[in-house]
């Protein structure tokens, strides 16, 4: 029973922070909603945000070894022959 309470656990959790989310997400937008109304600014070498319309690169992302840039982590290894056949003795 305990390793059952112990194996569901933290399925539980996970799914509990799946559901709550949106809740977080609803949270900030609206304390972002609040500070421009009050008229706060980010601190001071926060990156500026990118206007709507700013045109954005269509180069990967998640693979930049495809840019050539990068040297991949894996090297795939050349392929080999066929197997020899062994015998069974007998």
Do not use: C, K, N, W
């Amino acid at each position: 029973m305990v390793l059952t309470i112990l194996a569901v656990a933290p399925v539980l959790a996970v799914l509990l922070v799946m559901a709550a989310q949106p809740l977080f997400e609803l949270f900030d937008a609206r304390a972002s909603e609040r500070d421009r109304a009050a008229g706060r600014t980010a601190p001071e070498g926060t990156p500026a945000a990118l206007p709507e319309d700013y045109p954005l690169p269509h180069a990967p992302v998640a693979f930049p070894e495809a840019l050539g840039d990068v040297t991949p982590g894996v090297r795939i290894p050349a392929q080999r022959g066929p197997l020899p056949r062994v015998r069974a003795a007998g």
